[in-house]
């Protein structure tokens, strides 16, 4: 099964392009099939990242918080499952 993380976070005012930098920078344990990094208006980053798992639910690396200072609210997190 095939399953989609994203992590969506919107940057602190004036920190957009810091929180995009902090994104890119980050190492996984391992790496995904396919990472795509997007930035969208009001300073927000979405990071989605693709996994060959057993179950939905698996146990699959994501990215941390950023620091608190660089974001505006708690980053937000959900999983889809490929369904083609």
Same mark, same amino acid.
């Given at each position: 099964? =095939? ?5 969506? !976070? %919107? !940057? !602190? ?6 929180? +995009?930098?902090?994104? %890119? ?8 099939? =396919? ?7 009001? /300073? %927000?980053?979405?990071? +989605? ?7 939905? /639910? !698996? ?7 950023? /620091?608190?200072? +660089? ?5 937000? =997190? ?7």
């Amino acid at each position: 099964m =095939r399953v989609t993380l994203m992590w969506e !976070a %919107r !940057a !602190a005012q004036g920190r957009g392009a810091e929180l +995009l930098e902090w994104a %890119r920078s980050q190492v996984l344990p391992y790496e995904p099939q =396919r990472r795509e990094i997007l930035r969208a208006p009001q /300073d %927000r980053v979405l990071v +989605l990242t693709w996994w060959e798992a057993e179950t939905f /639910d !698996a146990e699959l690396p994501e990215l941390p918080e950023p /620091d608190a200072e +660089l974001i505006a609210r708690p980053v937000h =997190r959900w999983r889809f499952e490929s369904v083609e």
